[in-house]
């Protein structure tokens, strides 16, 4: 079946460093894509999306990427903070209103 | 203004058992959802109700899970006869269609133990 999926579950990185978060999608009929951050004990908590149409999209500190071609989503996170630190999903949403999440990347930042 | 309740915050529960979880939406979104977290895992959809339509049930693992939204506003998630497999984080979002963009806001989850 279609799935989202994550290529590393665990990214550390020195504080101050840029961080990129991969997310691999199968479904091309995607439209819309999701990044959520969750911190422990908090529900997910959204980051910045990009509809299937644009290719970059920037917010403060963060920008996702999307790669068509191989259905490759990015998200990278500049100057990374000790607040980063927390585990990042990915989502699409394809036909209908229903988003397909991926299993999560954690974020790790060292001081 | 405030975001998405949930209640209980915790709850224990013995195998057989039936639970009730509660959602109190933002006010003024019209779609509501609820997915299920198990521990490390990404997060699976249950159930989706948007205004007045019938929800989408699809999600739904089994016929022990069952929902109901009440006037478009707060939603309860059953569960029946709970199993230890059922232990998870359940977690409720709510978003305001516009656009076709649906930014979905979610609530702090209810962590479900079943022993």
């Known amino acids: 079946g279609e799935s989202v999926g994550l290529h590393l579950p665990t990214l550390s990185v020195q504080e101050g460093d840029n961080s990129i978060i991969n997310c691999a999608y199968s479904?091309?009929?995607?439209?819309?894509f999701i990044w959520y951050k969750q911190e422990s004990g908090k529900g997910p908590q959204f980051i910045i999306d990009?509809?299937?149409?644009?290719d970059k999209r920037q917010g403060q500190r963060v920008t996702v990427l999307l790669n068509k071609t191989v259905k490759h989503l990015s998200l990278q996170i500049a100057a990374t903070q000790p607040g980063d630190s927390a585990v990042y999903f990915c989502?699409?949403?394809?036909?209908?209103?229903?988003?397909?999440f991926g299993g999560g990347t954690r974020l790790m930042v060292k001081p | 203004g405030a975001g998405v309740s949930q209640s209980p915050s915790n709850k224990v529960t013995e195998k057989g058992k039936d639970v009730e979880l509660r959602c109190d939406p933002i006010?003024?979104?019209?779609?509501l959802y609820w997915y299920r977290q198990s521990l490390g895992q990404g997060l699976e959809f249950l159930i989706y109700?948007?205004?007045?339509?019938?929800?989408?049930k699809s999600g739904l693992p089994s016929d022990r899970f069952s929902a109901e939204r009440t006037g478009g506003s707060v939603s309860t998630l059953t569960i029946q006869r709970t199993q230890q497999e059922d232990s998870a984080v359940y977690l409720c979002?709510?978003?305001?269609?516009?656009?076709?963009?649906?930014?979905?806001?979610f609530g702090p989850g209810t962590r479900l133990t079943v022993t």
């Open positions: 990009i509809r299937s149409n644009m």
């Open positions: 109700f948007q205004g007045n339509s019938a929800p989408d």
């Open positions: 006010s003024g979104h019209t779609a």
């Open positions: 989502a699409e949403k394809g036909a209908g209103n229903m988003l397909t």
């Open positions: 979002a709510s978003s305001y269609l516009a656009g076709g963009i649906d930014e979905q806001y």
């Open positions: 479904n091309s009929a995607s439209d819309y």
